[in-house]
Every structure is written in structure tokens, then in C-alpha cells.
Nanobody
Framework: VQLQASGGGLVQAGGSLRLSCVVSVRFLGDYKTGWFRQAPGKEREFVAA????????AYADSVKGRFTISTDIAKNTVYLDLNSLKSEDTAVYYCAAAVSTWAEKYDYWGQGTLVTVSS
């Protein structure tokens, strides 16, 4: 299983970005997929996850109401829409996939994509 994340960049505070993650699997609906981020000098943290072909989703409190996770099963792609960005959202964002919807551990990870929010 391979994951390819893209869409990061430099954006001003209050702006928006869309991150994409293409997952090389037969049927994306069989996996839980998530986004994590790691800011400089900090530990990696959970951002959002989606499962059951989009019927289930969860968000970290810090992004709830500003970020939206979605999936296009036909394209094997998971998206993360980042809105109302703040400087504290600056981080490398990683996508990941888990075989089990109920597992906390993710089995596969993609490379990161850097999001930089300027104030």
C-alpha cells in the first residue's frame, strides 16, 4: 500500500488549502484513512480521519469547524480542506491508512506535505 500526499504550500492566515492523498489500494472503502501533522519541535498529532466510505469521520478539537475530510472512492483519494488557517496550523501533514476501522494504529503512511501559514 502506498500513499501519496500533495497540496501543501504557503498561505496567509485566514486562507485555505486542499490537501490530497492518493492511496494505492483495490478499494479505499475497506480502509480507515487519516491525516496527521507534525509541527517543528512538536510530536505528531491526529488531525482527522474518515471511514466506511465517508459515512464516519472524526476531527481533532483544534481543527473542528475549520477542516473537512472527505473521500472520492472512485479516485482512491482522500482530501483535507483546510480553511480559516492559523499560524499554529503550520506543520508537515501526513496521510495514513489503517486496515481496521477500530484500530488506533495506522498501518501505512505517506510522505508529508508541508503547510506554512504566514501571519
Amino acid at each position: 500500500v502506498q500513499l501519496q500526499a500533495s497540496g501543501g504550500g504557503l498561505v496567509q492566515a485566514g486562507g485555505s488549502l486542499r490537501l490530497s492523498c492518493v492511496v494505492s489500494v483495490r478499494f479505499l472503502g475497506d480502509y480507515k484513512t487519516g491525516w496527521f501533522r507534525q509541527a517543528p519541535g512538536k510530536e505528531r498529532e491526529f488531525v482527522a480521519a474518515i471511514w466506511w466510505s465517508g459515512r464516519g469521520a472524526a476531527y481533532a478539537d483544534s481543527v473542528k469547524g475549520r477542516f473537512t475530510i472527505s473521500t472520492d472512492i472512485a479516485k482512491n483519494t482522500v482530501y483535507l480542506d483546510l480553511n480559516s488557517l492559523k499560524s499554529e496550523d503550520t506543520a508537515v501533514y501526513y496521510c495514513a491508512a489503517a486496515v481496521s476501522t477500530w484500530a488506533e494504529k495506522y498501518d501505512y503512511w505517506g510522505q508529508g506535505t508541508l503547510v506554512t501559514v504566514s501571519s
